[in-house]
């Protein structure tokens, strides 16, 4: 569907659509007794029996129920599951903090070469030098963007970068003889933040907003005591603004002898202009999968390094990376450094996620300083461009900003005028919005701010999408006006229609009944 152009919602909400039907048809009920895509040969040497291959207890008393379908079904089968998801390739999708941006597809075709798909992870470093060189430039970008001179590539997304910062954190008290047992998080925090908190084996401090959408100072003095091992913190924060306290904020945490940890799901709106280690952050993981070419969602595969600063360096996971420079001009070696005696220890198997460090080394190499710095302005200009759209007509009376300062790469709108004036909530808004071949913002986060939508447009997106997206928030306001019921019957078009989510959360259903 062409964005901003919804189709209108049938008369019928209970009718489904063809498009529906269709995908309601398994491929269980299309199979056919004998149908086949292909009739293999005969082997042309003798078969054993089966229980001489397989344990007995092993072999099933019956065949698995499996469908017989012709080819040319299998391969509609597959179409039609692709297309039931919204991905970044159907249309825009503008989801707050996660960054889901277009990826160029060089980068793909670069870590698909045979030299780094086929690189085995167990070779021997003296037969890996290409990789172990990609890996050390890749930390040495990091370390350069960061602001902090020690990387590591280890952690396999960014939650996983969270629980490395925590661990280090607590590696480096312990060394000093303290045993801290609270870590500060805003209550504008991500949700996995109190989560590795917990998991850390520290208790959650929260700690207030104040009035501009920053960390709240007075509350922050009274919370930083010497029980404290670490505030973990966003710069921009998860309503898209830039705390312009963060120097005061780090003198606090670090006058009593805390780290100061930083989340950098944000990053895609600082690249290039400014740097966490220059505004006094301790360690910081960065999200390959949100700013640096890595496709974004399904589970995987990621990555979060870590960069951190001197104090924190002699506790990084192993092994780490080490470079030799070579003699007589000869090039310069690299290995994998196993001798850390103050070290976290591993973290993964082998040494990360190969492939996402290819594609995120050469987006970094083809944009180079200028271009990594440009995508954030046109990051930070397209959000605001989209919240000046927002802000006019019917969007900007019934979801007005929750905190009318310029925003960076993200900001948040509340639904609370179009729940109480037109008895449409955030949902059914995000619902509709799939009509119009959007995908919905993030809704109902952070959690300070009632009926939330928390929007990111994204550098890669143009224009004239910004302005669909605009309209299209604008059409399902004045539907909402006209007849409060098509927003909450959306989405209309999907293969699959409103769920009933508290029935979902409660007795999900978590597999496809076979026959």
């Known amino acids: 569907m062409t964005p901003g152009s919804a189709p209108s919602p049938p008369t019928n909400a209970d009718t489904p659509t063809a498009q529906q039907r269709d995908a309601a048809t398994t491929i269980y009920e299309r199979s056919v007794p004998g149908r086949r895509a292909a009739t293999l040969p005969p082997a042309g040497v003798p078969e054993p029996p089966l229980e001489e291959l397989i344990p007995k207890h092993l072999l099933r008393a019956e065949g698995p129920s499996l469908p017989e379908v012709s080819e040319p079904e299998i391969v509609r089968h597959y179409n039609r599951i692709s297309r039931r998801n919204f991905d970044l390739d ?34 021997d470093p003296k037969r890996a030098q290409g990789a172990l060189e990609l890996m050390w430039r890749l930390e040495r970008a990091l370390s350069e963007l960061c602001g902090l001179p020690h990387v590591s590539l280890q952690p396999s997304a960014g939650s996983h970068g969270e629980l490395a910062g925590l661990l280090l954190t607590r590696a480096y008290h312990t060394d000093r003889g303290e045993q801290r047992t609270k870590v500060l998080t805003p209550d504008t925090a991500h949700g996995t933040n109190p989560a590795t908190v917990t998991m850390g084996g520290y208790e959650v401090v929260k700690v207030a907003t104040d009035e501009r959408g920053g960390v709240d100072l007075d509350d922050l003095r009274a919370k930083a005591t010497d029980e404290i091992a670490s505030l973990m913190l966003t710069n921009p924060n998860t309503l898209g603004l830039f705390d312009q306290n963060i120097a005061e904020i780090a003198s606090i945490v670090h006058g009593v002898g805390g780290t100061l940890y930083y989340d950098g799901a944000n990053l895609n709106a600082i690249m290039g202009w400014t740097r966490p280690g220059d505004m006094g952050f301790d360690i910081v993981h960065v999200n390959l999968h949100k700013s640096f070419s890595q496709p974004h969602g399904g589970g995987g595969p990621g990555a979060g390094p870590i960069a951190v600063s001197d104090r924190i360096a002699p506790f990084l996971p192993g092994p780490r990376i080490v470079r030799t420079e070579g003699s007589n001009g000869a090039r310069p070696s690299f290995d994998l450094d196993h001798e850390l005696p103050k070290s976290i220890g591993r973290l993964r198997g082998f040494n990360g996620n190969f492939g996402v460090f290819v594609r ?44 009318d300062r310029r925003c960076m790469h993200e900001f948040v709108l509340s639904g609370a005028p179009a729940k109480r004036e037109l008895e449409t909530r955030t949902l059914d808004i995000a619902k509709r919005l799939l009509d119009y071949g959007f995908h919905p913002p993030t809704i109902y986060f952070p959690l300070l701010v009632e009926e939330a939508l928390m929007v990111e447009p994204t550098e890669t997106e143009t224009r004239e999408s910004l302005d669909a997206l605009a309209e299209a928030f604008e059409s399902i306001l004045a539907e909402a006006e006209g007849d409060p019921a098509i927003p909450r019957q959306a989405p209309y078009t999907t293969p699959v229609r409103r769920l009933d989510e508290a029935r979902a959360s409660r007795k999900p259903v978590l597999r496809q009944p076979l026959g």
Do not use: W
């Open 90 to 123: 159907t249309g825009p999708y503008p989801l707050g903090s996660c960054t889901m941006k277009h990826n160029p597809r060089l980068n793909e075709k670069v870590a698909a070469l045979p030299g780094h798909a086929r690189l085995h992870p167990a070779q």
């Open 360 to 403: 995120s080394y050469a987006y970094i190499s083809s944009l180079g300083g200028d271009g990594l710095r440009e995508a954030s302005e046109t990051a930070v200009l397209n959000a605001n461009y989209l919240l000046a759209r927002l802000g006019e007509g019917r969007t900007g009376k019934y979801l007005p900003v929750a905190f």
